[in-house]
């Protein structure tokens, strides 16, 4: 695992969704919120992919997890 600062996150993984998956509910993986899959910000870290209901959540688990690696 790798650890660095908030600009190494990356919003997106340049994948284009599944239209079935963008019906389903999504967390936030900070506020723990119900999002839809369309307007959710996504970070892929190590062996997963966490969802953020915007920029404020991703920068704030940024920082709580040392950026990623979590």
């Known amino acids: 695992m790798t650890t660095g600062k908030i600009s190494d996150c ?3 993984n340049g994948k284009d969704p599944d239209m079935k998956a963008l ?9 723990h919120a119900k999002i839809p899959a369309t307007v ?3 970070f892929e870290g ?7 209901c915007g920029p404020l959540c991703l920068e704030a688990w940024c920082k709580e997890t040392n950026a990623h690696g979590k």
């Open 10 to 12: 990356n919003i997106g």
């Open 23 to 31: 019906a389903t509910p999504i967390k936030c993986g900070h506020c």
């Open 40 to 42: 959710a910000l996504s």
């Open 46 to 52: 190590a062996e997963y992919i966490y969802n953020f």
